[in-house]
């Protein structure tokens, strides 16, 4: 039997619809806008830049992308994020990762204003993610937690394996599916018996960058598989998992492309209209 597939794809438009639609019946004086730093010219980067920036103008949202070169001295990077927290008219700030190994990604998700985080990945608004006190999520894990709910799949005291333990992927999804009463598991390299820790799962979520990593050993027939890898072999992008054997075992799957991927740029743009919901509308209501 083959697994059913989650369409991130389809789920993806359907919130970028609802969203478009919010947008043009909220808008006040100005559209929601979000500024994209873009350090360096990653090949990938590029490619995930333009799909943000398409995905925000389909819902109405202005965006633009202020462009760096690689040697960009950190403290010329703290200045822009600075001038951009008090920019007026700007409600969401992303760094595009990764950065140049001589700045420090800590130090530049810190700088962010908590009100105009965008990716979330400010230690404030992941603070607020493990008190589960916000509306503003990281993206991808926030994107996971949607497909899972689109499908009804039962969190409450399921066992979730997770992946790798980033601090943009696996530790605040741990965080955000704990709020939700699973029983969590997150491995590293070092995890020993990875196959058999992932197989006791019943939903396997694999964010580790390793591309087939995830094999018909680690799964079984009645297992949800979230893909999260996004790899290129031989210019070919692929996930973590092995597609074509594992679909043929499991119960739900997501694909790559088409998978986690386009709902990580959903929620992107969602949590740029909170924030322009709670910044701008606060900020001219008076
Ligand atoms: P990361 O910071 O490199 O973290 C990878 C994690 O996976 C680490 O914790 C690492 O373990 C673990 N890991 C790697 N290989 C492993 C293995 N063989 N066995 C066990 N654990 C292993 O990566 P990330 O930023 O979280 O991203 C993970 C993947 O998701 C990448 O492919 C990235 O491109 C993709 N991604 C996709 C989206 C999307 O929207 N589709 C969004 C974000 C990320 P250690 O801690 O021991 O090193």
Sequence with gaps: MSAKIIDGKLLSQKLNSHLKISIAQ????????????????????????KNKLNSCKSVGIDAEVLKFDNNIKVNELEKTILSLNKDKNVDGILVQLPLPSHIDEKFINNLIDVTKDADGFNPQTLGNVLLDNTQIYPATPNGIVKLLESENINLVGSNVTIVGRSNIVGKPLATMLINREATVTICNKKTKNLAKVCKRADILISAAGSSKLITRKFVHKNMTVID??????????CGDVDFEKVSKIVKYITPVPGGVGPMTIACLIENVYKLYKNYYHKNNSK
Excluded at 28 to 49: C, D, E, F, H, M
Excluded at 228 to 237: D, K, P, Q, S, T
């Design 228 to 237: 999260v890898g996004a790899n290129f072999v031989n210019g070919i992008y």
């Design 26 to 49: 909220n808008k006040g004086v100005r559209a929601p806008k979000l500024t994209i730093l873009q350090i360096g010219n990653n090949p990938a980067s590029n490619k995930y830049i």
